[in-house]
């Protein structure tokens, strides 16, 4: 049964007939995660004339096709901030002093009384070839009550929540006794400190070093930094500064717990990673070169990501694969293909031949055993067994790429990959000719469009051809809202998804993107967003229960169905769960009518009590009689029904 309050689900909704609103926050503020409705305004052009009854016929007898078992997922990428200080719950804003023309950013001198310290960049010492690089941090004053350091402001500052035990590290030298290390959270209101700890520190060469910090009784705030401080005069070297809050399961270097557990309220089959353009990176040194991003943090450069910040690759290849293994679904692996996003790509043939070596590597490290070399590899970052795939998709957007090499491309990487992994279906971005020996199993459609858009593409496939390749519709949304769908979005994306279920015989799989967004100033590069987000708190769209109802609510097996006299707004589809004898019945109206309608169920042969999940602006749960034969009912105007029927 889904749950959820007025307060979350309460959104602008806009449609062509008609306007209605109820309070929303201002995008962008913090306040959007309690937004408190007020009484409904509506503005309607004209009313629309009165809807005659149409006519619903379900054949449960008559199975058409079996429903896709993977039909339901989702997609993620580097966006929005959605992996470093979001779903990557990490505190410290460039942990490893990256430079830029001010300095190292996020970063400050801290100090107190007359304490005295310069920061620079020393290019010559830092803890592993990865990092190469360190802050350089030297103390010519400084005592108790006088302490000299450095503070992090953290992703639009550091979340503190009461009674939390946050786990800390860095790796640093010195060349001297400097004492301790202090390590503290502090109130950016009120100066006070929320928690501390100090940490031995050892003169010599690099060595990591690892902290708690426990807060007591204080209010939930964003308004915190974090501050590293000493009581000597002396030269300090840092690198690599992490604080972690708790994780989901306590993974270690895991994940934010109330944004794991929004995706398994989306009863996903699979996640598609790494993502879409941040596969691609902007130009080729910043493709997403996943052998880069697995090991220790401490061996991971990061790199440039696509939406113009710097990715630290916390989140690397194994931790994708441990996202899905938490949520008990399985990777779409998306291998990078030889195109960027400025317009650049490796020539088929001899160039592409590294790249190609590193997608079957890649897959190895999914999927090989421990007797393989980069199953062995897995197995020594952590991990000993394998895990299930099934798909792999070459490349992302390729249509985009002016060269036309896509082709190519996409037929090196599948003769190769097809060669050694035959048991897996690939998937191509765009329609390819080739050979059959490279032929796509799938191809990846996208769609962005607006309400109207979205709804018109209800019956893009109903009279598709099923000779040819499968389809994952790998990115949808409608775009309506700010920085998250509004209730006329939800009521398109419902539109779009009744025609995903009818043809759930082509279309194997589907994911929204994007998924998440950090509400932040700053923080958004595209709206709208599935999730919402800021350091503290966190919550769902409407489209984002739209969807919950709809993958909650999902059969194995698509019954013929046939239906007349309904308006040109209103979408429909059925399933069956035939282990659990229930038929799924989901009905969209989009007009500002409501719409009557008779429902025949063939193959029903007595009365049941039906259960009614209605998405209206606010959730709620119902109970229904449904007598054998037909059956008039009349679904609501702007309204998402999905109807759970026992078949007997």
């Given at each position: ?27 962008l ?13 509506v503005?309607?052009?004209?009313p ?6 149409a ?9 058409l ?24 719950p ?20 801290a ?25 350089e941090l ?35 030298k ?36 690892t902290?708690t ?5 204080v ?10 401080t ?21 993974r ?40 880069e ?22 989140l ?5 694969l ?39 590597d ?7 055993d ?33 060269s ?31 050979s ?11 769609y962005y ?13 109903d ?7 499968k ?21 398109a ?6 025609g ?25 590069q595209w ?8 350091g503290?708190?966190?919550?769902a ?31 429909q ?28 169920i063939?193959?029903l ?14 959730t ?21 029904q999905?109807?759970d029927?026992p078949?007997?």
């Open positions: 049964m889904l749950r959820m309050s007025k307060a979350l689900c309460a959104a602008l909704l806009c449609t062509p007939f008609l306007c209605v609103s109820a309070q929303t926050p201002k995008p503020s913090p306040k959007a995660l309690a937004p408190k409705p007020l009484p409904a305004r503005q309607a052009a004209k629309e004339p009165a809807t005659p009854a006519q619903l016929t379900i054949h449960t007898d008559r199975p096709h079996a429903v896709s078992p993977i039909l339901y997922g989702m997609m993620t990428e580097e966006i929005n901030h959605a992996f470093d200080g979001g779903l990557y990490e505190l410290i804003n460039n942990r490893s002093f990256r430079w830029a023309w001010r300095g190292a950013e996020h970063w400050n001198l100090l107190n009384g007359n304490a005295a310290a310069t920061l620079t960049q020393d290019k010559s010492t830092g803890p592993s070839k990865a990092l190469p690089a360190s802050a030297t103390v010519t004053n400084a005592s108790i009550g006088n302490e000299a350091g450095l503070s992090n402001t953290g992703y639009w500052g550091i979340a503190v929540h009461p009674r939390t035990t946050y786990k800390g590290s860095f790796y640093a010195a060349n001297a006794d400097l004492g301790p290390i202090n390590a503290s959270l502090i109130s950016d209101t009120t100066g006070a400190t929320l928690a501390s700890a100090e940490i031995p520190l050892h003169a010599g060469d690099w060595q990591q070093y902290f910090l426990t807060t007591k009784i209010a939930p705030s964003t308004a915190n930094h974090l501050a590293l000493v009581t000597h005069p002396g030269h300090l070297w840092l690198q690599l500064v992490s604080l972690m809050p708790p994780t989901f399961n306590d270690p270097n895991g994940f934010r717990p109330d944004l794991m557990q929004k995706m398994a309220g989306l009863h996903p089959h699979f996640l598609r990673l790494p993502g879409g353009n941040y596969l691609e990176g902007d130009n080729l040194a910043d493709w997403y070169n996943w052998k991003t697995v090991g220790p943090l401490v061996d991971r450069p990061g790199h440039q990501a696509p939406w113009s910040y710097w990715s630290s690759d916390g690397g290849l194994l931790d994708f441990n996202w899905c293994e938490d949520l008990k679904i399985e990777p779409v692996l998306a291998v990078y293909a030889g195109y960027s996003l400025k317009q650049v790509h490796v020539t088929p043939g001899k160039d592409l031949e590294p790249y190609v070596q590193s997608a079957l890649e897959v190895e490290y999914v999927t090989g421990t007797s393989t070399k980069w199953g062995a590899r897995r197995a020594a970052d952590g991990h000993p067994a394998p895990f299930p795939l099934h798909y792999i998709e070459i490349g992302n957007e390729d249509e985009f790429d002016k036309k090499s896509y082709d190519a491309r996409f037929a090196q990487f599948a003769i190769a990959l097809r060669k050694k992994y035959p048991q897996y279906k690939l998937i191509a971005t765009t329609p390819v000719k080739v059959s020996a490279a032929e796509p199993d799938v191809i990846d459609d996208h469009k607006t309400p109207s858009g979205m709804m018109a593409l209800d019956s893009r496939y009279n598709a051809p099923r000779n040819g390749p389809i994952f519709v790998g990115e949808w949304a409608t775009q309506s809202g700010d920085p998250t769908p509004d209730f006329g979005a939800a009521l994306d419902a539109a779009f998804m009744t995903l279920e009818r043809n759930s015989d082509l279309i194997v799989m589907a994911s929204y993107a994007p998924l998440f967004t950090n509400i932040n100033p700053g923080a958004i709206h709208p967003d599935l999730i919402g987000y800021d503290l708190k966190s919550y769209s409407p489209s984002y229960y739209a969807q919950s109802l709809f993958a909650g609510h999902l059969g194995d097996t698509v019954p013929a169905t046939t239906i007349t006299g309904a308006n040109s707004r209103f979408f589809s059925s399933t069956i769960d035939t282990k659990a004898h229930k038929l799924y019945l989901k009905l969209v109206n989009a007009s500002t009518n409501p719409q009557p309608i008779t429902i025949t063939d193959g042969t007595q009365s049941v009590t039906a259960s009614v999940n209605t998405l209206h602006a606010a709620y749960n119902s109970l229904t009689h449904v007598p054998a034969g037909s059956w008039n009912y009349t679904v609501p105007a702007l309204t998402i999905v109807i029927i078949l007997h």
